[in-house]
């Protein structure tokens, strides 16, 4: 079954992005699934956690209202297409991977396609073939049905914590104010994680 949000909402969401491509689709269904599973919480009731900084990222935020700022949008730096997502109300959650034969076997010329074309080494014919592939993969992630786009894993554990309001600490060295929990302790002073490198720094 292909993507049941909106044309409008999908417009608005690549607008929103900027573009249009493929990793844009993968957050667009995931999105969609989030909201169909969760029972279209409220922006304050979802949260999202991904393990991805691509472009769905961008899509997540705008369809299911989760933002970095609100402290629902939670980023993991595992560079993994998955995704998981909490009803702060129910304790529901699930966590999604992209199916690898979502991809129908387009990767391994893609990758290669678009190595050439960012190095400049991409003939004409390869050029082309490449927007062919990236308009075969967001339309076919787009069609999909859910149950094929991912894999899909219950969880028990809950939603992560609300954020919390910490205290700020002046970092001894460059003088400049820092969350509580971000803060190191080094030769009896607090600095911020930057400074502390600096000092810390073996070599």
Same mark, same amino acid.
């Given at each position: ?28 269904? &995931? $999105?969609?699934? /989030?909201?169909? +599973? ?5 922006? =304050? ?6 393990? @991805? ?67 400049? &080494? $991409?003939?004409? /014919?390869?050029? +082309? ?5 990236? =308009? ?6 787009? @069609? ?60």
């Amino acid at each position: 079954m292909s993507c049941q949000i909106s044309e409008e909402r999908i417009n608005a969401t690549i607008a929103f992005h900027g573009h249009s491509c493929p990793g844009l689709s993968i957050g667009i269904r &995931a $999105a969609e699934l /989030a909201l169909q +599973k969760l029972g279209n919480p409220s922006a =304050s009731e979802i949260v999202a956690v991904v393990e @991805t900084d691509m472009c769905g990222v961008d899509a997540i935020q705008f369809l299911t209202g989760a933002t970095m700022g609100k402290g629902n949008l939670i980023h993991r730096d595992y560079g993994k297409m998955a995704f998981s997502f909490f009803h702060r109300g129910t304790g529901n959650g699930f966590r999604a991977v992209l199916n690898p034969k979502a991809r129908h076997e387009m990767d391994e010329e893609m990758a290669e396609l678009t190595k050439k074309s960012t190095s400049g &080494a $991409a003939t004409d /014919a390869e050029a +082309k073939r490449l927007v062919e592939l990236r =308009s075969a993969a967001q339309n076919r992630f787009m @069609t999909l049905p859910l149950t094929e786009m991912f894999v899909v894993t219950e969880l028990r554990q809950g939603a992560p914590r609300p954020a919390r309001i910490l205290e700020s600490l002046t970092c001894e060295h460059c003088g400049e104010k820092t969350m509580e929990s971000r803060t190191r302790r080094f030769a009896g002073q607090t600095f911020c994680i930057p400074c502390f490198g600096k000092v810390e720094q073996k070599v």
